[in-house]
């Protein structure tokens, strides 16, 4: 198979269904030219495979070749020869993943020029000054990416340009201090690579293409990735293209643009544009930008044929498209489209308004799979809880959401506030490039002085779902602090700010959950019709208000109550280590007691909080040394200054229980095993609290889940517990409770004898946190610190298997459990109740395993519903 293709080539297949080959850029540029016919510069992509190659041995054997062939092609459409004297071909050199990843890889701009070519280009273009900044731009650029000098190497001289031709504006630098300064760049990196800038087109364009395959593996394009979950081993295809000049003329200029609004949904094209500038220009937020709407005023022709073909490419991908345009004077080019990246508000609103349309429609099940985890994610995020508020500065509106924290100014000190100090902080710069990706992961939220609304700092935050304003031109930073409306904000100093409406707020305001849209009612409305009878969606809560919340959710039941929660509260705590203390069974009836009336009416808020729906309670699972102080506290105490005598009592019973890996010790079952008391007053105050709802005519449904079962034994053991405590306290009860007893599967020995635990069981729930520790031998606790970024970024695992679910190892051994527990038992019920319940890569796996229900937590219930919905669609498609 070849390495390089044209635009124009004519595949078998749509080329944007080849993005795998081609990477996204590249298979929207065959598509615009191919397909559509659209005025694209020509040119050719070279595809993932040769990277992928590239990466395992280097350079690959032919593909020099094939670039040579294929240049030759490309300047016999253009008429004109790369480096050539006379009138030269300039090409751009860019990366195109399968995957969006907006400025996270390299591009070279300009490439072909040297102190021979830039003269015919003056000639050509009757433009010395033109010619000149186009070689500037281009020794620096290739400097810093293919050549590793350090940007702002550059940036010193140029000023100094500037003042000494006494001009302000980028634009106004002559073309002799151009001239002059192309030749001090090039001193530059001589002095810095110890090799002078190279001449020769071709070594230039072998350096480019390298260049842009080894921005593949960099540090920015790898957090990106991990990130947003993106294979590290899918690789970037290169696109080499004619150059168009947007900053040739005031007939010339550069935009980004959108079919619609990206940040609400509205209908109507939308974008930035400059006259006479690059595209660099725009997306870096060097120059502060006019409105797409304002090109009709000044170019009213073009805006008309851009409107056509915004048009045409959205019926044709039947979804909003962002690209990007170059006008060389007066004539419109067309250098990328892609379906775009949009808020969450966006994105309900546009799968909602396309299946209403009248031209052209998508089907709902097309709309749910248009609406993300994230999407959803983004509608609830904070607003600003007060109208009262210090406004010292407005920005552009770039992603939505409200955000409080410290200031700080480079993206080291950000991550190194949060990493190092636990603080909430918002990263402030006058514009963000790729380098500062690691801050931006971290801040809470981004403010620039610079930029519009598709610079780099707004397209990554509304990608993240981070609340963004940009381009506050009144925010004038200055080292580590900025001012703006008369004020002096220091660096540590708290601000807040509203992506929603662009405001800069000084100081802490309090946040408020936002009201989801109304199309965000639609969506899970139409996700819950396609779900119906095939996975149900419960929720993660231990308390009536959470139980209340998750059903306003749209939790379907609780798959998850907790019981050990119940105990920690400053009333049970004492009496919980009562129990732990009691040296006769008496004193510890007497505590149980105490619990089991407390229970009760916990248990009665529950189960009327999800009237007529499952409730599945867990027994107490975690060791008992939770409930007791720390030993190696009270050891400190008791050498500095003694110990009361409870305390000392506390401190006995700490050191009893202390066991060198709880994880693995008397936990679960095994709790019951050696307090069977405890298991038996639970069961009883969740069975007198199902009575109590009885006799007011509530329909309690119970499911009693006994954890960290291992074997049937164990389960026939602990069932009995149950079922005794059962029948005590339903005794007399002329209407008994609807119950069923069950186990959590969360250990590998669990699922793989699902089959016979399945004999003393009426349901599994599958514990994926802890099945995902022992499979592993990971300790979730210490596992995210050091050694999991590490792993992700080298590519030792593709994913966090505490985020999504481990198919080779933990969804496997699920399959297992699944297929022998319904052999044994068929009408065995089967759950999940993990983290993992509302990861949506997870739930996909979970219906394809057969399982009857997710749980999660209350807020991710929302996604659940979706993903399910996704998930069940994707199966039937």
Request: net charge negative.
């Amino acid at each position: 198979m070849p390495y390089v293709y044209a635009f124009s080539h004519k595949h078998r297949k749509a080329p944007m269904a080849m993005k795998d080959l081609l990477g996204g850029k590249g298979a929207n540029l065959a598509e615009m030219s191919s397909v559509l016919g659209l005025p694209v510069p020509h040119g050719f992509t070279i595809t993932t495979d040769a990277c992928r190659d590239y990466m395992a041995g280097g350079w690959p054997e032919g593909l020099s070749g094939e670039v040579a062939s294929h240049l030759k092609r490309l300047e016999k459409a253009m008429g004109k020869k790369l480096g050539d004297s006379g009138d030269p071909l300039l090409v751009s050199v860019r990366s195109g993943a399968k995957f969006s990843m907006p400025g996270m890889m390299d591009t070279v701009l300009n490439l072909g020029l040297n102190d021979s070519s830039v003269k015919g280009l003056a000639a050509q273009t009757d433009d010395e000054r033109f010619a000149y900044d186009s070689y500037r731009r281009f020794v620096a650029m290739y400097g810093r990416i293919v050549l590793g000098v350090d940007g702002a190497a550059f940036d010193k001289p140029f000023d100094a340009a500037k003042d000494a031709a006494g001009v302000a504006s980028d634009a106004e630098v002559p073309a002799s201090s151009l001239a002059d300064l192309v030749q001090e760049y090039k001193a530059i990196v001589l002095s810095v690579t110890g090799a002078p800038f190279p001449e020769d087109p071709i070594d230039q364009l072998r350096g480019a293409i390298e260049a842009v395959f080894a921005s593949w593996d960099g540090a920015r394009a790898k957090a990106y990735r991990v990130r947003e979950r993106i294979p590290h081993d899918l690789g970037t295809a290169v696109n080499v293209q004619a150059m168009v000049f947007g900053n040739r003329d005031d007939d010339s200029g550069t935009g980004v643009g959108f079919t619609r609004d990206p940040a609400t949904g509205a209908t109507g094209a939308y974008g930035d544009f400059l006259i006479n500038a690059q595209g660099e220009d725009v997306v870096a937020g060097i120059r502060n930008t006019l409105p797409l709407a304002a090109l009709k005023d000044n170019m009213p022709t073009i805006y008309k044929e851009l409107m056509g073909i915004f048009s045409r490419l959205e019926e044709h991908y039947r979804d909003m498209c962002d690209t990007e345009f170059t006008i060389e004077q007066g004539k419109l080019w067309m250098l990328q489209t892609r379906v775009g990246k949009r808020t969450g508000a966006a994105a309900l609103r546009m799968a909602v308004d396309m299946t209403r349309q009248r031209t052209w429609k998508i089907t709902r099940e097309e709309a749910l799979g248009r609406v993300t985890a994230e999407h959803l994610d983004q509608v609830l995020h904070p607003q600003f809880a007060s109208t009262e508020l210090t406004v010292i500065a407005k920005g552009l509106a770039a992603s939505p959401g409200a955000a409080v924290g410290k200031v700080y100014f480079t993206a080291d000190e950000a991550a190194e506030a949060v990493e190092q100090r636990g603080e909430r902080v918002i990263l402030c710069r006058s514009e963000t490039s790729p380098e500062d990706v690691h801050g931006m992961i971290v801040a809470e939220g981004i403010l620039t002085s610079r930029g519009g609304l598709v610079s780099h700092a707004a397209v990554v935050a509304r990608g993240w779902g981070k609340p963004a304003v940009v381009g506050a031109e009144s925010v004038r930073i200055n080292g580590p602090s900025f001012t703006a409306g008369g004020v002096t904000v220091n660096q540590g100093d708290v601000i807040s700010l509203d992506g929603t409406t662009g405001r800069v707020v000084l100081g802490e305001v309090a946040l408020s959950n936002a009201s989801p849209p109304p199309e965000f009612e639609t969506i899970l409305k139409w996700a819950d019709v396609v779900r119906k009878g095939k996975l149900a969606v419960r929720a993660n809560a231990d308390t009536g208000p959470d139980a209340a919340n998750a059903r306003q959710f749209g939790a379907e039941g609780i798959g998850l109550c907790r019981t050990e929660h119940m105990f920690l509260g400053e009333d049970r705590l004492p009496i919980v280590r009562r129990m732990i203390l009691a040296d006769t069974p008496e004193e510890e009836a007497a505590a149980l007691e105490e619990l089991r009336v407390v229970q009760k009416a916990d248990f009665v808020e529950i189960l009327e909080a999800m009237d007529g729906l499952p409730v599945t309670v867990r027994l107490l699972d975690p060791p008992l040394h939770e409930f007791l102080p720390s030993t190696e506290e009270l050891a400190l105490k008791k050498a500095a200054e003694g110990l009361t005598p409870e305390e000392e009592k506390l401190f006995r019973a700490a050191q009893q229980w202390h066991e060198f890996n709880p994880m693995l010790g008397i936990r679960g079952v095994r709790l019951g095993v050696v307090k069977p008391g405890l298991y038996a007053m639970q069961v009883r105050a969740l069975m007198e609290a199902a009575a109590e709802r009885l006799a007011v005519r509530g329909k309690p449904r119970i499911e009693v889940m006994i954890p960290l079962t291992v074997g049937r034994e164990e389960m026939h053991l602990a069932r009995g517990w149950a079922e005794d405590a059962i029948a005590l306290a339903t005794a007399g009860l002329r209407k008994k409770p609807e119950v069923i007893i069950g186990t959590m599967i969360e250990t590998p020995r669990a699922a793989l004898v699902a089959g016979e635990i399945a004999e003393e069981a009426d349901f599994f729930s599958f514990g994926t946190n802890d099945l995902t520790q022992m499979t592993f031998g990971f300790s979730r606790d210490d596992v995210e610190g050091r050694m999991m970024p590490a792993y992700l970024e080298q590519g030792l695992l593709k994913r966090n298997p505490f985020e999504t679910i481990d198919k080779a190892g933990v969804g496997e051994l699920v399959r297992i459990a699944v297929a022998r527990g319904r052999a044994a038992r068929p009408g065995i019920k089967l759950g999940v109740c993990g983290e993992h319940g509302g990861d949506p890569e997870s739930i996909d796996l979970f219906y394809d395993a057969g399982l009857d229900y997710v749980s999660c937590s209350p807020f991710r219930v929302p996604i659940a519903r979706l993903a399910a919905a996704q998930a069940i669609i994707a199966r039937a498609g």
